[in-house]
């Protein structure tokens, strides 16, 4: 069975007193009734002894009256049933071995009562003997008593404890009624208060005004409870912090902040936050006197923080971030709220005073990094609460941080939304190209100006057009789609004007309208020819009440946005942004013909560059085969000549032999013959190499694909050795040079385009010569200028080097030496394409190796390994 | 006569010994051949004076044969050989160098040798 504290209570008591009436019922009246049975045997004893020693004096004395009268000391009381002599005789038993004891009774009163001497005392009588003994007999005085007083006594003991015992039951009923009532309507009040700060409720609180340790428990109670509550106020507080999920939310947790300020009972007037921004020596600060307002009670304002003690205190103490207490009075309170007014802050003074209706505040400050928390009080506070403003700056502190991270991180959104936004806008506009296009102007800024978040209700653009002294005007429709496009001359109305004239300026440009205002340029604009009719100007149809109009310059004109209030400066620096992006979009749109212009003069020129270079490959090519050409024809020449010589001398030697056929001379036949034979075979000779130079010549000349075969690269040498040198003797008389072969008889043959090759021995020669040649004609003593061609075997490999003993080639020419068109020759003396072309033939044609080894002064080596 | 023919195409000997055949026969002309400027200028150098004529062609891998001409009228004064100058480019450049340079004649390939052997002919005569 569940008993409650007051049952027990309860219980506890009715035990006890249920015990002690009980004792009080029972116990107490059986030793009352013990102690008067004791005391009346006693007294009867004593009667008895008295009535014996009075019988035994008289019987002494033989006096018999004297017997009389010591029976007569009890005779007359009441309580007497019957006194009685009796006689006792030792007499001895039949068998001698015992005495026995014989009593008699002599004498008793009242005379006709009979007793019996043995008699033992009963319930309703009590029986007492007392012994005499006198030399003329011994007996025994034996008394009877009525217990009938005792039995009366008995009945009025147990009749007054039943009466106690109930006075006491009732009493201690009461008494435990009011204690458990006492002790457990404290604590069933704890209970239930506990029960409701666990249902949540932390408002409750105990009253016991007694010092016991119920008493205590409640003086305990209590604080736990505020405790809680201010944990459980902190920690709301702390949840509308991290609950921000966007840096406006601020408010709402300094809304919460200061409402459960007011409510765990520390600000009793009002109280306020303030972020410090110590180097201008101001605080930016929200502050309500209604917390319970919520954000909306709130006001933001400004204040500088010099001026007053009570603010330069509270500054000098945040920047020891300590806690700061000051008292408001007299004067100085007046002053802080003068000063107050002008933050700028709506809390009007009166609301203040009324507030405070004495001019007295107790301001305690609590700090964290980035601001403090003040409250303000008409009373002290209690020193112990003194540290829970601080534990509140800390949690806002918590709130701030996060505040500043969720702004930071906003900035980082803005910044990145505001990047891809003029990116877009740069994009889409510079990839406009027609006339047609530029209509969808609006839209994209509309479209924009959404995304920037840039509060406004109208936009447009203006293209300042200098030559015809006109304004292009790009606006939009109330739902964001395009106006379409009219022009506004000049000198149109004020506002074109103005407008021009700010734009000259690169100067932003503001305006005010009404709706009147709007209307009337409407009007004015209608009349003038620029637009049809109110519907089709900017919503002129439903025109806004008020119009504050922006115009941001641009380096082709002017951006406009409408709002229905000013700008704010971040909003103004966005537009400001988008005008830069759009006028570089809006510049590349316009360069876009031209550049379109340009490319095709470019892709014209490139085309033109192209078959320059064609030309000029053909042009080399041509070159080098005219180098050729004096050469192939002197070495045409050459064996030509020996030809016709043998052939006329042969004839000659014919007739000559004929005429010796004729003298029998034989000797002279065999001689002649012998010539002949050799002549023969030089003429054979000297055919066939006219015959392979004029081959070479038409190789040299053919065009189209080429086909790699197996050559000899020794005669591939010395062929176009012959002919280079050849042919620049053809060409500059005053031209000579050594020349020298070495030739490696083990050279494998190899796979390649003869011809290609040939053009690279004939450049890489012809350059030896050309270098030589320039030495010689700058130094006369002794220099013999020689170029050497030599082949050699290598493993897996052929080498080709032509090595000239000219001046070698600088570093800086080296570096360029295969760049096509580069060439140290006079202008018009070469192509600049010989080394390039080489090049390309030997590494890309031939997956060989064109290296260079040159020393300034001592001459230059070209090396061509081909693989094998 | 003894004369010295200079060129780098050394078939020009057998060519010479067919065309001056009589000639050689019968000991009219005797030839000697070098085949560059330098070979010349040892032979020359080596049988002094001993050739009266030189017949020279002009280009030739490393000493020409105006080089060689020039070399020979300013060694050899006394007496002074007779140069010809044979060569195949014919052009008016060449022949005043050589004449400049004191040469007996020019003589332009492909060389008619009736002529050349009159030409020589006559100047011993």
Same mark, same amino acid.
């Given at each position: 069975?569940?008993?409650?504290?007051?049952?027990?209570?309860?219980?506890?008591?009715?035990?006890?007193?249920?015990?002690?009436?009980?004792?009080?019922?029972?116990?107490?009246?059986?030793?009352?009734?013990?102690?008067?049975?004791?005391?009346?045997?006693? &007294?009867?004893?004593?009667?008895?002894?008295?009535?014996?020693?009075?019988?035994?004096?008289?019987?002494?004395?033989?006096?018999?009256?004297?017997?009389?009268?010591?029976?007569?000391?009890?005779?007359?009381?009441?309580?007497?049933?019957?006194?009685?002599?009796?006689?006792?005789?030792?007499?001895?038993?039949?068998?001698?071995?015992?005495?026995?004891?014989?009593?008699?009774?002599?004498?008793?009163?009242?005379?006709?009562?009979?007793?019996?001497?043995?008699?033992?005392?009963?319930?309703?009588?009590?029986?007492?003997?007392?012994?005499?003994?006198?030399?003329?007999?011994?007996?025994?005085?034996?008394?009877?008593?009525?217990? &009938?007083?005792?039995?009366?006594?008995?009945?009025?003991?147990?009749?007054?404890?039943?009466?106690?015992?109930?006075?006491?039951?009732?009493?201690?009923?009461?008494?435990?009624?009011?204690?458990?009532?006492?002790?457990?309507?404290?604590?069933?009040?704890?209970?239930?208060?506990?029960?409701?700060?666990?249902?949540?409720?932390?408002?409750?609180?105990?009253?016991?005004?007694?010092?016991? &340790?119920?008493?205590?428990?409640?003086?305990?109670?209590?604080?736990?409870?505020?405790?809680?509550?201010?944990?459980?106020?902190?920690?709301?507080?702390?949840?509308?912090?991290?609950?921000?999920?966007?840096?406006?939310?601020?408010?709402?947790?300094?809304?919460?902040?200061?409402?459960?300020?007011?409510?765990?009972?520390?600000?009793?007037?009002?109280?306020?936050?303030?972020?410090?921004?110590?180097?201008?020596?101001?605080?930016?600060?929200?502050?309500?006197?209604?917390?319970?307002?919520?954000?909306?009670?709130?006001?933001?304002?400004?204040?500088?923080?010099?001026?007053?003690?009570?603010?330069?205190?509270?500054?000098?103490?945040?920047?020891?971030?300590?806690?700061?207490?000051?008292?408001?009075?007299?004067?100085?309170?007046?002053?802080?709220?003068?000063?107050?007014?002008?933050?700028?802050?709506?809390?009007?003074?009166?609301?203040?005073?009324?507030?405070?209706?004495?001019?007295?505040?107790?301001?305690?400050?609590?700090?964290?990094?980035?601001?403090?928390?003040?409250?303000?009080?008409?009373?002290?506070?209690?020193?112990?609460?003194?540290?829970?403003?601080?534990?509140?700056?800390?949690?806002?502190?918590?709130?701030?941080?996060?505040?500043?991270?969720?702004?930071?991180?906003?900035?980082?959104?803005?910044?990145?939304?505001?990047?891809?936004?003029?990116d877009?806008?740069r994009g889409?506009?510079a990839s406009?190209r027609?006339?047609?296009?530029?209509?969808?102007?609006?839209?994209?800024?509309?479209?924009?100006?959404?995304?920037?978040?840039?509060?406004?209700?109208?936009?447009?653009?203006?293209?300042?057009?200098?030559?015809?002294?006109?304004?292009?005007?790009?606006?939009?429709?109330?739902?964001?789609?395009?106006?379409?496009?009219?022009?506004?001359?000049?000198?149109?109305?004020?506002?074109?004007?103005?407008?021009?004239?700010?734009?000259?300026?690169?100067?932003?440009?503001?305006?005010?309208?009404?709706?009147?205002?709007?209307?009337?340029?409407?009007?004015?604009?209608?009349?003038?020819?620029?637009?049809?009719?109110?519907?089709?100007?900017?919503?002129?149809?439903?025109?806004?009440?008020?119009?504050?109009?922006?115009?941001?310059?641009?380096a082709?004109?002017?951006?406009?946005?409408?709002?229905?209030?000013?700008?704010?400066?971040?909003?103004?620096?966005?537009?400001?942004?988008?005008?830069?992006?759009?006028s570089i979009a809006?510049a590349r749109y316009e360069d876009f013909t031209k550049l379109e212009q340009a490319k095709n003069k470019m892709e014209l020129t490139l085309r033109e560059l192209k078959s320059t270079q064609t030309q000029l490959i053909h042009a080399e090519k041509m070159a080098s085969l005219g180098e050729l050409t004096a050469g192939i024809a002197h070495e045409i020449q050459n064996p030509l000549?020996?030809?016709?010589?043998?052939?006329?001398?042969?004839?000659?030697?014919?007739?000559?032999?004929?005429?010796?056929?004729?003298?029998?001379?034989?000797?002279?036949?065999?001689?002649?013959?012998?010539?002949?034979?050799?002549?023969?075979?030089?003429?054979?000779?000297?055919?066939k190499r006219a015959s392979s130079i004029v081959k070479g010549m038409l190789e040299h000349s053919r065009t189209g694909k080429r086909q790699k075969e197996l050559a000899d690269l020794n005669v591939l040498a010395d062929e176009y050795l012959r002919l280079a040198y050849h042919g620049l003797r053809a060409k500059d008389k005053t031209f000579n040079a050594d020349f020298n072969i070495e030739l490696d008889k083990d050279l494998p043959k190899v796979n390649v385009i003869s011809l290609d090759i040939g053009r690279v021995l004939l450049n890489l020669i012809n350059n030896a010569f050309y270098a030589v040649s320039m030495r010689a004609k700058n130094e006369n003593n002794g220099y013999i200028p020689t170029v050497m061609v030599r082949t050699k075997k290598l493993k897996d490999q052929v080498e080709i080097t032509v090595k000239d003993n000219a001046d070698g080639i600088p570093p800086d020419v080296l570096d360029k030496i295969f760049q096509p068109f580069f060439t140290t020759k006079p202008t018009g003396q070469g192509t600049g394409l010989g080394l390039s072309l080489s090049y390309d033939i030997i590494t890309k044609g031939h997956g060989g190796v064109l290296k260079i080894d040159t020393k300034v002064g001592e001459g230059t080596e070209f090396i061509i390994v081909l693989p094998e | 006569?003894?004369?010295?023919?200079v060129d780098d195409e050394k078939?020009?000997?057998?060519?010479?010994?067919?065309?001056?055949?009589?000639?050689?026969?019968?000991?009219?002309?005797?030839?000697?051949?070098?085949y560059s400027g330098e070979q010349a200028l040892?032979?020359?150098?080596?049988?002094?004076?001993?050739?009266?004529?030189?017949?020279s062609d002009i280009n030739m891998p490393g000493m020409s044969g105006l080089e060689l001409l020039e070399n020979?009228?300013?060694?050899?004064?006394?007496?002074?050989?007779?140069?010809?100058m044979?060569t195949a480019y014919g052009d008016d450049d060449n022949y005043k160098r050589a004449?400049a340079l004191?040469?007996?004649?020019?003589?332009?390939k492909?060389?008619?040798?009736?002529?050349?052997?009159?030409?020589?002919?006559?100047?011993?005569?």
């Open positions: 069975m569940m008993l409650t504290v007051k049952g027990k209570i309860l219980m506890t008591v009715l035990t006890v007193v249920l015990m002690f009436a009980l004792f009080i019922l029972f116990y107490f009246p059986a030793r009352q009734e013990h102690y008067l049975l004791e005391n009346y045997n006693e &007294e009867i004893e004593n009667f008895a002894k008295t009535v014996a020693l009075g019988v035994e004096i008289a019987l002494t004395e033989q006096n018999y009256d004297g017997v009389e009268t010591a029976i007569d000391f009890v005779r007359d009381d009441e309580r007497l049933v019957y006194v009685s002599l009796i006689q006792t005789d030792s007499i001895s038993a039949p068998d001698g071995s015992n005495l026995m004891v014989e009593k008699k009774v002599i004498n008793s009163f009242p005379e006709d009562v009979k007793v019996n001497p043995n008699a033992v005392s009963s319930e309703l009588f009590i029986i007492k003997s007392a012994p005499f003994s006198t030399p003329m007999m011994s007996g025994e005085i034996l008394l009877s008593f009525s217990t &009938e007083e005792i039995i009366k006594s008995k009945k009025q003991i147990r009749l007054t404890s039943l009466i106690a015992s109930l006075v006491v039951f009732i009493i201690g009923l009461l008494i435990g009624y009011l204690l458990a009532r006492n002790i457990s309507k404290p604590v069933l009040a704890l209970r239930d208060a506990a029960n409701r700060v666990g249902e949540g409720d932390l408002t409750q609180s105990v009253d016991n005004k007694s010092r016991d &340790e119920i008493g205590q428990l409640s003086v305990a109670f209590n604080k736990m409870v505020k405790d809680l509550g201010i944990e459980a106020a902190l920690e709301r507080v702390r949840t509308k912090a991290l609950a921000m999920q966007h840096s406006d939310d601020l408010p709402i947790t300094i809304a919460s902040l200061l409402r459960e300020l007011n409510h765990i009972g520390l600000a009793s007037e009002y109280s306020g936050i303030g972020i410090i921004n110590n180097k201008r020596k101001q605080a930016e600060f929200w502050t309500t006197i209604n917390p319970e307002g919520g954000q909306d009670a709130l006001e933001k304002g400004k204040i500088s923080l010099s001026g007053h003690p009570f603010l330069d205190g509270m500054l000098y103490s945040w920047e020891n971030q300590e806690p700061h207490t000051y008292i408001l009075q007299g004067d100085e309170y007046h002053d802080y709220y003068q000063l107050f007014e002008s933050s700028g802050v709506k809390l009007s003074r009166d609301a203040i005073k009324e507030s405070s209706s004495q001019t007295l505040q107790f301001c305690y400050t609590a700090m964290f990094p980035a601001g403090a928390l003040t409250i303000f009080r008409s009373k002290p506070i209690v020193e112990t609460n003194s540290h829970i403003i601080q534990r509140f700056a800390d949690v806002f502190h918590l709130a701030y941080t996060r505040f500043q991270d969720l702004r930071n991180s906003e900035v980082n959104v803005r910044e990145e939304m505001k990047q891809a936004s003029l877009r806008v889409e506009i406009m027609t006339k047609e296009d530029l209509s969808e102007i609006t839209p994209i800024v509309w479209k924009e100006l959404t995304s920037l978040g840039v509060p406004f209700i109208r936009c447009g653009v203006f293209i300042v057009d200098e030559v015809r002294k006109s304004i292009q005007s790009y606006l939009s429709k109330p739902d964001g789609s395009s106006l379409g496009v009219f022009n506004l001359p000049y000198n149109a109305n004020d506002f074109s004007k103005m407008m021009v004239d700010h734009w000259r300026k690169g100067k932003a440009y503001q305006d005010h309208w009404n709706k009147d205002q709007f209307l009337k340029f409407v009007q004015s604009m209608i009349k003038q020819g620029h637009i049809k009719d109110e519907k089709t100007y900017q919503g002129a149809a439903s025109p806004p009440e008020s119009l504050d109009l922006h115009f941001f310059p641009f082709q004109g002017m951006l406009y946005v409408g709002n229905t209030t000013l700008l704010e400066d971040d909003d103004f620096q966005l537009v400001h942004s988008l005008a830069e992006a759009f809006y000549n020996f030809v016709n010589n043998f052939s006329e001398v042969s004839i000659d030697l014919i007739e000559e032999m004929v005429e010796e056929i004729a003298k029998g001379n034989d000797g002279e036949i065999n001689l002649i013959t012998e010539d002949l034979k050799q002549n023969l075979s030089k003429i054979n000779h000297h055919g | 006569m003894k004369i010295l023919v078939d020009i000997q057998p060519l010479f010994e067919q065309r001056f055949r009589r000639e050689i026969k019968k000991g009219e002309f005797k030839f000697v051949f070098a040892v032979y020359l150098e080596k049988y002094k004076s001993e050739a009266v004529l030189i017949l020979i009228k300013q060694k050899y004064h006394r007496p002074p050989p007779v140069v010809m044979i004449m004191g040469a007996d004649d020019f003589i332009t492909p060389v008619d040798f009736g002529v050349l052997k009159e030409t020589i002919k006559s100047m011993y005569e």
